[in-house]
Structures are given as C-alpha cells and as structure tokens.
Nanobody, 115 residues
Framework: QVQLVESGGGLVQAGGSLRLSCTAS????????MHWYRQGPGKQRDLVAT???????TYTEAVKGRFTISRDNNKNTVYLQMNSLKPEDTAVYYC?????????WGQGTQVTVSS
C-alpha cells in the first residue's frame, strides 16, 4: 500500500512563504509524475504544479514565478516552495503520485494566507 503524507501547511501573512512536503512510503514503481493540487473553500480541486520523471515542470498560470516544485529522490519526497503568497492561495493542498498503473493521493494540508 502506498501512502503519501503532506506536511508544512499553516497560517501565513500575505507576502510570506511556506514549503510543503509530500513523503511517499510503501511499494511503488514506475512513477510518471508527482503533482500538487489545491482545493479552495467551495471550489473544485485544481492542479497547481507537476514534476515529471524526466524533471519537466509545469505550473498553473496563477502560481508561475511564485511556486516551485522539486523533489529529493533519496527521501522519496516532493516539495512545493510557495513564495509571495496571496489570500487567494488559501486552500487545502494535496499531493498526487501518478504511476504507470495507479494514482495515489495524500490527505491534504491546509494553507491559509491572511491579508
């Protein structure tokens, strides 16, 4: 069984920074990509950033230049560095792993940005 555990969320003032972590455990193979999604209050869950196995990164337009996705393979961990945070970044942030055969989700971590 694969588990993804997110951490690093919290309350921050506008303009501040947070770094989210997502650590994977269990047996998983052929990871195609890691993603960060977010779901704001009353909104659908949206893709924020993707990091492929070939190190290609993509970001939703709203976070380009502010967020950076990266990973540490030795720690089975993917990160989301979030800078210049805005109140509209407030959401539950979810990590997702896509393999050649499965998709796995973490439980989410709350990020709240105060104005």
């Amino acid at each position: 069984q694969v588990q993804l555990v997110e951490s690093g969320g919290g309350l921050v003032q506008a303009g501040g920074s947070l770094r989210l972590s997502c650590t994977a455990s269990g047996r998983f193979f052929n990871t195609v990509a890691m993603h960060w999604y977010r779901q704001g209050p009353g909104k659908q869950r949206d893709l924020v950033a993707t990091l492929t196995s070939s190190d290609r990164t993509t970001y939703t337009e709203a976070v380009k230049g502010r967020f950076t996705i990266s990973r540490d393979n030795n720690k089975n961990t993917v990160y989301l560095q979030m800078n210049s945070l805005k109140p509209e970044d407030t959401a539950v942030y979810y990590c997702r792993m896509t393999t050649s055969t499965n998709i796995y989700w973490g439980q989410g971590t709350q990020v709240t940005v105060s104005s």
